[in-house]
């Protein structure tokens, strides 16, 4: 199950969003937002400029119209006047000319009786500076005035084609940003997904041994080499701790100064051997040993030698089993030896009497006295004997007493 820091927080109102959404929201927003405002811009200096241009065109109409109708009004031909402004008026997108004399009579007139919104007469008003009023001069002498105005659809005809433009370039713009954040996203997509999928695998399997892989992007890069390091930290702890737990473990199993497994490890190994017996189809033997006189060795030289007599013993018993026979220290100088793949009862004496052997040939020194030690073995063997543990260890002990009787039954007599 996959956990995100948004599970920690409950009352976390924030929603959650991938990097990928990330980078493609803020270049689509960026791109459309510097589109906007650079279309604006464009759409407010276009506006101010087609004003200027008007301007100067409404005034070039004026004085045409002016110059037109100047002979007209000289004879007082009011319909060649009116003739002249139809002519003029009406092809060129006017919304209203008029042509007076010096008293203020019109002589002619044309009006757009087509209906224009109030927003187009107030944008034109705006842009275009109306009415132009452009004085007829005969022979240096005023004998009237011309005065006209522009259509404000005009005005608006071009605001709909700078909305469509700007629409036009949004549209465009969305495309590249989107293409460009596509592309960043393949280039952060690969470092992330695999810095991601690493520290997963690495969470769920516990597998410190491995690394984040190296990028070519620098911050990535630095935060990999970063989790590296505390990954590196992580596995020097973890071996560390499981250092210490396979030591506990082993002093938890094992005697302290043996190095045999204790008596908490007899029935473990016991059930141990009785599967493998299940699954091998040969029995194994039980070995009891005790030491002969230990006590006297302790009394006499003390027990540092006394520890290192025991130590000595195992080592001579590991030399000569295998290291599959488990060896188990039961009581102060007792010892149970389980031997696997016996398979008859002249082998577990023949192993018997070579560890008996090997103990009888090997000599401790204590102030330049010769300590030398021997043991008792005891041997039965599963399942013939016994197929419980407390039965093997009643045949076991009781062969061994016998044998340490016989040993003690010289001294007895010369007593």
């Not at 990928?20 to 650079?38: D, F, M, N, Q, Y």
């Not at 240096?140 to 608006?156: D, E």
Request: net charge negative; glycine share 8%.
């Amino acid at each position: 199950m996959n956990h995100s820091l948004a599970d920690a927080d409950p009352g976390s109102a924030t929603p959650m969003t991938s990097l990928r959404r990330l980078i493609r929201r803020t270049h689509l927003k960026g791109a459309l937002i510097i589109v906007l405002i650079t279309s604006l811009c464009m759409m407010g200096a276009g506006m101010w400029t087609i004003g200027r241009y008007a301007d100067m065109y409404l005034q070039l109409l004026a004085r045409t119209l002016a110059y037109n109708v100047e002979a007209a009004m000289v004879f007082n031909d009011k319909v060649e006047v009116q003739q002249i402004i139809d002519s003029i008026a009406e092809p060129e997108g006017l919304l209203e000319a008029v042509v007076e004399d010096v008293n203020g009579t019109a002589l002619g007139a044309f009006s757009d009786l087509r209906p224009a919104s109030v927003l187009a007469n107030r944008l034109s008003s705006l842009v275009i500076e109306q009415p132009v009023i452009v004085p007829i001069v005969h022979q240096g002498q005023t004998i009237g005035r011309v005065t006209v105005r522009i259509q404000g659809n005009t005005l608006i005809g071009f605001l709909a084609a700078g909305v469509l433009l700007l629409l036009l370039a949004l549209l465009f713009s969305a495309g590249v940003a989107t293409m460009v954040a596509r592309r960043l996203q393949s280039r952060l997509s690969k470092p992330w997904g695999q810095l991601s999928d690493t520290m997963r695998h690495i969470a769920k399997e516990r597998s410190f041994h491995e690394r984040i892989p190296a990028t070519h992007i620098a911050e990535l890069d630095a935060l990999g080499c970063d989790i590296n390091s505390l990954i590196s930290e992580v596995e020097r702890w973890q071996s560390k701790l499981e250092g210490e737990k396979a030591q506990l473990a082993y002093h938890a199993e094992h005697d302290a100064l043996t190095g045999a497994a204790n008596r908490r490890q007899l029935e473990p190994l016991f059930a141990q051997a009785v599967q493998e017996t299940g699954r091998a189809g040969v029995g194994f033997a039980l070995l009891a040993i005790d030491c002969d006189d230990f006590k006297q060795i302790n009394d006499r030289y003390g027990h540092a030698l006394g520890d290192q007599v025991l130590k000595s013993l195992v080592q001579t018993i590991k030399a000569i089993v295998r290291k599959s026979d488990a060896i188990i220290r039961t009581g102060g100088d007792e010892f149970v030896i389980l031997i696997a793949g016996v398979h008859d009862r002249e082998s577990v004496r023949f192993i018997a009497e070579k560890i008996v052997r090997a103990v009888d040939g090997f000599s401790l020194l204590k102030d330049k006295q010769e300590v030398q030690l021997s043991i008792s073995v005891g041997a039965s063997m599963y399942p013939e004997d016994s197929r419980d543990l407390g039965g093997l260890m009643a045949m076991a002990d009781a062969e061994m007493y016998s044998m340490k009787r016989k040993i003690q039954a010289p001294e007895e007599i010369v007593t």
